[in-house]
């Protein structure tokens, strides 16, 4: 079980003064719609991650594969311990030190999804992975690489070779090679090492955007040409395990992951992989746009039903300054902003009553630091001192502003305190 390190109280947004020296775990059982918690407070619901959890659930059971979820979404260990239960084998992380926290819940399966080529995250991988505490894989994209990732293994004697993914990149986009020639000569440098062995092969799709009206085209293309890649350097005998893993899977267009690689015809079995990282917490802005869109092209997922957003940001009006213009005391250092402005979408008047009520023809016009500008409507009831509640786009870029958001039922009771741990 997770094991909470959080920050004092006082050091923590949120926090309700009477409580400014308690852990937040005192807070569970109360209500964030009576006005008592601090300004902003950040909330995660529950019952939006239970039907997003179900929905990915039913989705990799139907074909067959598995999810290795990204932590470097939330860097929640409560979250990785809700997403291990759900059934994933495998934590995909974005580096060494992020694997790391996974380890404090005893996450026995680590993907680094990306290269790994720091001397000490080396050292850690091959001491802890060599004496048996964990299994990992990596990836790569060079013989340079490989070589590092060789001679770290070394220095410890292991019982099996230390497994990567050759990831396969676009031109333009991050890292992964570029074509066949390179992809071949990765995979004899692994073929050639004595301390690595090669496990699959790996891509990243969402460096296509789901606006572009030929995305799926494109996207199916990057993912067969993975496929063809396995394919040839599987002609040259270089996978010497049972099976061969094929993994990629964003959360914009992970259908066509499961459909092109789960067809994949190769001369051995294929563990499909994504790796999606968002799924749990949705969102209302490129998330929701994106699975709008996949529901329209794949019917077994538009039959499971939709995502729910899950994170909330809630903060409280410090001024209405002009009749059309009210501030909120949320901004950059406390929501997302690099994929779309927070959508104010529920308010309590507290003073007056804890009803929630949905809030309408109001919208985010820009952010400052510590600001949040809203426009609305003249005759708006919206008053200083009222709380505003706001749906968000992007999770990734929420969490990492957050040493930790409440989870809290749909009556906005607080059940838990999930703490992230970005470092």
């Known amino acids: 079980m997770a094991k909470d390190t959080f920050m ?34 950040a909330l995660l619901k529950r019952s939006a991650i239970e039907n997003n959890s179900r929905w990915m659930q039913s989705f990799v059971a139907h074909y067959g594969i598995q999810l290795a979820p990204h932590g470097k979404t939330s860097m929640a260990p409560k979250i990785f311990e809700m997403q291990l239960a759900d059934g994933s084998k495998w934590l995909s992380l974005a580096n060494v030190t992020q694997a790391q926290v996974a380890r404090t819940i005893d996450a026995k399966h680590i993907l680094v999804a990306n290269q790994v080529v720091n001397f000490h995250d080396l050292e850690y991988l091959a001491r802890e992975t060599s004496q048996g505490h964990f299994e990992a894989m990596c990836f790569v994209d060079s013989a340079a690489g490989v070589a590092l990732i060789d001679e770290a293994m070394a220095r410890y004697p292991r019982a099996t070779p230390f497994p ?46 789901p606006k572009d009206p030929d995305c799926v085209p494109k996207v199916d293309a990057y993912l067969s040409g993975i496929v063809d890649l396995a394919k040839a350097i599987e002609e040259e005998g270089l996978f010497p395990l049972e099976k061969i893993i094929l993994s990629a899977g964003g959360s914009k267009f992970f259908d066509r992951v499961a459909e092109v690689f789960s067809s994949a015809q190769l ?35 538009k039959m499971l039903g939709v995502f729910v957003p899950a994170i909330e940001i ?30 104010p979408c ?78």
């Open 8 to 41: 004092s109280g006082n050091s923590l947004r949120g926090v309700p003064n009477d409580s400014r020296t308690a852990d937040p775990r005192s807070l569970l059982g109360r209500s964030i719609t009576d006005g008592s918690f601090g300004s902003p407070v």
């Open 164 to 209: 990567v993914l050759i990831e396969i990149g676009v031109p333009g986009g991050r890292a992964g090679v570029r074509d066949r020639q390179q992809a071949l000569e990765v995979a004899r440098a692994v073929a050639g090492s004595r301390f690595v062995t090669l496990a699959g092969l790996a891509g990243y799709e969402g460096v296509f955007s």
């Open 267 to 301: 001369g051995r079995p294929v563990d499909v992989m994504i790796r999606c990282g968002c799924y749990l917490f949705h969102d209302v802005g490129i998330y929701e746009e994106a699975l709008q869109l996949l529901y329209e092209r794949n019917p077994f997922a």
């Open 314 to 343: 809630w903060g409280q009006v410090q001024s209405r300054p002009e009749q059309a213009r009210a501030i909120v005391d949320i901004g950059r250092r406390d929501v997302s902003y690099d994929a779309g402005l927070p959508v």
């Open 346 to 423: 529920r308010w309590i008047h507290p003073s007056v009553s804890s009803d929630i009520r949905d809030l309408s023809g109001v919208r985010t016009a820009r952010l400052n630091d510590q600001h949040c500008f809203l426009d609305l409507p003249e005759e708006s009831a919206l008053g200083v001192g009222d709380l505003v509640g706001f749906n968000i786009s992007h999770p990734c870029t929420v969490f990492d502003k957050w040493h930790g958001m409440y989870l809290v039922d749909d009556d906005y009771t607080v059940l838990d305190f999930i703490e992230s741990r970005f470092g």
